[in-house]
């Protein structure tokens, strides 16, 4: 019995590192998606991550999603920039809609 009950926590903990490994892979692909997104030195700061579990209502399909969200933001007329990333890192959407636009415009406005 104590043989089974050994054997069991060593696959509960194999378990557990590996579903470890999934999310901080999962995590880091929604990073680098949002990375790609806003390009080298983006106009946002002020980073808040989370894992909707449930899904995010305001996507079709209620999809689950890394949501991304930047309290401060140097573009003109955006108060918040909010990504949203799937667990395999494929970028869902983004606020605002025209997000890469903006982006590239405020780019634009600042060369010389």
């Known amino acids: 019995m104590r043989r089974f009950f050994g054997r069991l926590l ?3 903990f194999f378990l557990l590192v590996i579903g470890g490994l999934a999310a901080a892979a999962s ?3 929604a990073r680098a998606t949002a990375g790609k997104l806003l390009g080298q030195k983006p106009p946002v700061s002020e ?3 989370r894992f909707a579990y ?3 209502s305001e996507l079709p399909g209620n999809p689950r999603a890394w949501i991304i969200t930047y309290g401060r933001t140097s573009l003109p007329g ?3 920039v909010t990504i949203y ?3 395999t ?3 869902l ?3 605002p809609n025209n997000l890469a636009e903006r982006l590239e415009a405020y780019e634009q406005s600042r060369e010389p």
């Open 10 to 12: 060593r696959w509960l």
């Open 27 to 29: 995590y880091a692909g």
């Open 47 to 49: 980073r808040r991550t």
């Open 54 to 56: 449930r899904g995010v």
């Open 78 to 80: 955006v108060r918040t």
């Open 85 to 87: 990333v799937s667990p």
């Open 89 to 91: 890192g494929a970028l």
């Open 93 to 95: 959407a983004s606020r």
